[in-house]
Each structure stands twice: as C-alpha cells, then as structure tokens.
C-alpha cells in the first residue's frame, strides 16, 4: 500500500512539473512573439500577424507593455545605445537622448494597444479599459486610448 501511495506522488510530481514546464515554454514563445512585434524596424516578417494570432495568450504581456510601457532591460539599452552614441557626436545632447526615449516609449506602447485591438477578444478589450483608467485625464495616451475605445464599453 505505501509503494502505491509513493507511485502516485511520483506522478502527481511529474505531472505539475511538466506543467511548469509547459507554462514556461508557452510564456517564452509569447515573450518572443510580442517581443519581435514591438521591436521590428521593417516588420516585413508577419511579425505583427504573428502576435495576434497567439490571441489572449499575448494579452498579459501585451497590457503590461501598453501600461507601463517597455521591460527596463529594453528601456535600459536603449538608452544606453543613444548615450554610447552621444560620446561620438556632440549633436546628440542629454534633451536629444529624452526626447527619443519618449519616442520608443509611445512606439511600444501603440504597437501593444495595436495587437489587442486586433485580437479583439474580451479580454484584449478589458486589457485598454485598464490601461485607460490608469492614465492621467488629458495625457496624450488618454486620447490613443478613447480613440481606440469608441463604441466600447468598458467594464
């Protein structure tokens, strides 16, 4: 009797960890998914299609990005692309750097409302109405967003 109970354990283990496992492997092909979307220059390779069709699998990171706006890491590399090139031209001053920073935010962020827009589920839906209720009364963002909203109720 103790082997059969010891049998079972085994399995419900293996069982929650191949499960772990799925989760993380689906989480990373969503990650670069998204991820190709939002950083492609030419978008010549379905990129975009490529992430709707990962549908409300994409919707978690996708708000993430339309709220808070690129991962740090992102955000971070950027930045400190455009400072590596600074010390090369004198053109490109500290207001320079903030004012492309600013760029590449707004461009994650459209490109993120853009994906739930077109995957269009209730959820990717839900996914602007939050992020509409989190910005600032008049912001230029608020304007991206009701635009988007017209004709949608949100919750």
């Known amino acids: 009797a103790g082997v059969g109970v010891a049998a079972r354990r085994v399995v419900v283990g293996a069982a929650i960890l191949a499960a772990a496992c799925g989760r993380a492997a689906l989480e990373q092909r969503v990650d670069a998914g998204v991820f190709a979307w939002l950083q492609c220059q030419d978008c010549m390779h379905r990129q975009f299609e490529r992430v709707v069709s990962l549908g409300d699998t994409a919707v978690v990171r996708l708000r993430e ?8 890491s992102h955000d971070s590399a950027y930045v400190a692309s455009l400072q590596g090139r600074a ?4 053109a490109i001053t500290p207001g320079v750097i903030e004012h492309q920073r600013a760029m590449f935010v707004r461009v994650y962020r459209r490109r993120a ?3 739930l827009m077109a995957i269009g589920s209730t959820s990717a839906r839900n996914a602007v109405c939050l992020a509409r209720a989190t910005e600032q009364p008049g912001s230029p963002q608020t ?4 635009s988007a909203l017209v004709g949608t109720a949100c919750p």
């Open 65 to 72: 990005v339309l709220i808070n706006g690129p991962p740090v």
């Open 87 to 90: 010390q090369l031209s004198p």
């Open 113 to 115: 409302l853009q994906a």
């Open 143 to 146: 304007l991206v967003l009701d």
